[in-house]
């Protein structure tokens, strides 16, 4: 018999108010202490504390509801179609179960903070766990605010799983980061960076969109591929350090890059406008810190 779960907005786990950015960082900091979730990183903490920090000293509105479990058996499928905002999606091998965070964040500023904190009401997001046609589970996530500022609200998703396959993703303003995937990327976003690396050796269709946003694609040697790079008003910077790089076609320059990586004939298509596209092929493809150099 197959679990079919379905989880909807959460009771709210914390909240902050602009005029309490003095006590979200104390609270914050405290959690740092505490010490971490299981399926959180150090890394999440820090970057969470940042978060909250920021958006109390700029007058936003912000709940992050209570993280969702969910037992999932295998590597799971992701699909993920958010209006906008942040989304990362992370494969961790020390969990057991895949886990789900929301933080909805309303942006009204000084002088309305009644509307925004009401507004916040207003964002609803689903995580439905569904069977897969040809085996194993996809999780599917959707937000959505009938507010009709819509531009002021965001959702910030996090996924951690034991194991990820492929993964899907839609959103807008918003930063994607996909770690140890071991299936196809569709990914499109806009004012965003797009960050995927993972240590699987990636042999499927990958697909990566956005705007005003930087891509890192790093992947190890053993992958495969017919890479169709380019940028508008940016470099598609590449190293590939393992593997048979063919790259011969006439119309390559600083801005657009077309090769073939070991043979393959699956499409690798990087677009974006404004960044830079880089590709790395190297045998430790997730071995970097927050910041990557050219």
């Known amino acids: 018999m197959f679990d079919r779960s379905v989880l909807s907005m959460s009771r709210p786990q914390t909240s902050f108010w602009p005029a309490s950015a003095l006590l979200a960082s104390f609270l914050a900091a405290a959690s740092l202490v505490a010490g971490c979730a299981e399926h959180r990183t150090f890394e999440d903490e820090v970057l969470s504390t940042h978060r909250d920090v920021r958006d109390a000293f700029s007058a936003h509105t912000f709940v992050a509801d209570e993280p969702v479990e969910l037992k999932t058996q295998g590597p799971v ?46 964002a609803q997001w689903t995580a439905t766990l569904e069977p897969r046609v040809g085996g194993g589970e996809t999780l599917i996530i959707r937000t959505d605010t009938p507010n009709p500022e819509e531009h002021f609200h965001h959702m910030e998703i996090l996924v951690v799983a034991p194991a990820l396959d492929t993964v899907k993703i839609r959103t807008t303003n ?103 596209i880089r590709v790395a092929v190297v045998p430790n493809p997730t071995a970097v810190g927050p910041m990557i150099h050219e």
Request: hydrophobic letters at 35%.
């Open 77 to 122: 499928a992701i699909d993920i179609d958010n209006f906008a905002g942040d989304i990362v999606v992370r494969a961790d091998r020390k969990v057991e179960r895949t886990f789900v965070e929301v933080r909805r964040v309303s942006t009204h500023g000084f002088g309305r903070w009644s509307e925004s904190r009401e507004a916040l009401d207003d």
């Open 174 to 276: 918003g930063d994607v980061t996909i770690i140890e995937n071991q299936g196809a990327v569709d990914v499109e976003t806009t004012r965003g960076d797009v960050r995927m690396m993972t240590p699987w050796p990636m042999t499927g269709p990958m697909t990566i969109i956005t705007s005003e946003g930087a891509i890192d694609y790093r992947v190890r040697g053993e992958s495969k591929g017919v890479f169709d790079c380019e940028t508008h008003g940016g470099r598609v910077n590449q190293r590939c350090e393992y593997g048979s790089w063919l790259a011969l076609d006439s119309k390559n320059d600083h801005d657009r890059f077309y090769a073939v990586l070991n043979g393959g004939t699956n499409p690798v298509v990087l677009r974006t406008s404004d960044e830079n």
